[in-house]
């Protein structure tokens, strides 16, 4: 992780000193866009926890993205875009598990969690242009370095408690916090039909972890000094905390944009 973002920030620093040699072949531009993010389960991760009566699926929200690019031109049609891009993330995550403790206590638990996250992403991408005319084509690839500035999970769980002898007991539980910070996290929860509410510690700690690289893939379509594209980013790094997670299980982000952007120079 520090070697890729150490890479990138190098490969920023050298552009910058680029531009300054010789600023009529780089291109300044702003970009907004809307799409869908999600954290992907791999088969890693649903296998290890299935054998346990654990399943999980993701659903994308509409987010967004803003931010500003400089595409570094090259020789022939080739160039380098860099800038800073922030990203709005919102996805829901359904879980449920059914399992027995030693005790011979059966447990059904299902959640419905409403993920929001605040990033700030740093691309580094080698583009070829169809062409140096206004309007042409352009296919981009390359990495990035990503960091959650802020988020919200907001935590939404029925469970089904049966001893071995006695009737099965219906909790709601529920409650807010940010997966990045460091503190400690509470859940409110109340026997269904019950006023009386309790709360329990969840987890001291952050749940998931604040830093990413990965990769990105974009192609668009310049319009002048207008500019439509599609871009893909697949995130590299687990976003699973260790600490609050089994070691087999791992989340990695994803999200997708359709972009809007303007060429200022």
């Known amino acids: 992780?520090?070697?890729?973002?150490?890479?990138?920030?190098?490969?920023?620093?050298?552009?910058?000193?680029?531009a300054q040699e010789d600023m009529q072949k780089v291109n300044i531009g702003v970009r907004l866009g809307l799409g869908g993010s999600t954290l992907m389960l791999p088969q890693m991760s649903k296998a290890s926890l299935g054998t346990k009566g654990y399943n999980a699926s993701q659903k994308m929200q509409i987010g967004g993205t803003a931010g500003v690019m400089a595409d570094f031109m090259l020789k022939e049609n080739w160039s380098v875009q860099t800038g800073v891009m922030y990203s709005l993330q919102r996805f829901t995550q359904t879980q449920s598990s059914v399992y027995t403790d030693t005790a011979n206590v059966n447990y059904s638990l299902s959640t419905d969690n409403t993920y929001k996250m605040h990033r700030l992403?740093?691309?580094?991408?080698?583009?070829y242009h169809t062409s140096r005319a206004n309007n042409h084509l352009s296919v981009s690839a390359g990495l990035y370095a990503d960091c959650a500035l802020s988020g919200d999970i907001a935590y939404d769980a029925s469970a089904v408690v049966t001893p071995q002898h006695g009737s099965a007991t219906k909790y709601v539980i529920g409650g807010n916090f940010d997966p990045f910070k460091n503190d400690r996290k509470y859940l409110y929860?109340?026997?269904?039909?019950?006023?009386?509410?309790?709360?329990?510690?969840?987890?001291?700690?952050?749940?998931?972890?604040?830093?990413?690289?990965g990769v990105s893939v974009e192609a668009g379509y310049y319009i002048s000094k207008m500019y439509v594209g599609v871009q893909a980013n697949?995130?590299?790094?687990?976003?699973?905390?260790?600490?609050?997670?089994?070691?087999?299980?791992?989340e990695r982000n994803f999200n997708f944009n359709i972009l809007l952007g303007y060429k200022i120079n």
Do not use: E, W
């Not at 150490?6 to 620093?13: E, Q, R």
């Not at 992403?121 to 583009?127: A, F, I, W």
């Not at 995130?235 to 699973?240: H, I, K, V």
């Open 1 to 18: 992780m520090k070697k890729i973002t150490s890479l990138l920030f190098c490969l920023v620093l050298m552009l910058a000193a680029y």
């Open 121 to 127: 992403r740093v691309p580094v991408m080698l583009t």
């Open 189 to 213: 929860y109340n026997i269904a039909d019950d006023s009386h509410v309790g709360k329990y510690n969840l987890h001291d700690g952050q749940i998931l972890n604040r830093f990413d690289v």
């Open 234 to 250: 697949f995130g590299l790094l687990n976003m699973a905390n260790k600490g609050y997670f089994t070691t087999n299980y791992v």
